[in-house]
């Protein structure tokens, strides 16, 4: 577990889970949709992105962006939420991106002080992410709320 990040074992934990659903006869057949709510939306956002067979993500008061966590002077959320030098790579709308053509639905998204923001600055920060959902021909799969 050294030199393991927190938010990673987290999300092979969402992975491992969905894996187990996966397996169990009663779920045969049926789309996996996952929730999750502050910190259980990044963890079912990277799941989806990472993993195919989970059909929908849904998250609820879910950071913006981790750009947004490094222009807060005091930001609110959880430490294991963070990853270092993320932003040399990508942010969050990439990774909501990477979920596409699958449905999401990004629901009460909050600022790094976890205030809610309104739906017009979640949708401008997620332009890209809309791009690659309009190119994959599922525009309307992206849902801001």
């Not at 950071?63 to 981790?66: A, P």
């Not at 992206?142 to 709320?145: A, D, K, M, S, T």
């Given at each position: 577990m050294i030199g393991r990040l927190l938010l990673g074992m987290?999300?092979?934990?969402?992975?491992s889970a969905a894996s187990y659903l996966r397996a169990r006869p009663e779920a045969a057949g049926r789309p996996l949709r996952v929730r999750g709510e502050g910190l259980g939306g990044l963890l079912a956002l990277f799941a989806a992105a990472l993993e195919e067979s989970i059909a929908e993500v849904e998250t609820q008061a879910m950071?913006?962006?981790?750009q947004a966590l490094l222009e807060t002077p005091v930001p609110r959320f959880h430490l294991n939420a963070y990853l270092p030098r993320v932003l040399r790579s990508f942010?969050?709308?990439?990774v909501a991106a990477?979920?596409?053509p699958r449905p999401l639905t990004l629901q009460g998204t909050v600022d790094a002080c976890r205030e809610t923001l309104p739906v017009e600055q979640v949708e401008a920060l997620?332009?890209?992410?809309?791009?690659?959902?309009?190119?994959?021909?599922a525009p309307q799969a992206?849902?801001?709320?």
């Open positions: 987290r999300v092979w934990d969402v992975l950071l913006v962006s981790y942010d969050l709308p990439e990477a979920v596409a997620y332009r890209r992410t809309a791009e690659a959902y309009q190119r994959l021909g992206l849902r801001v709320r």
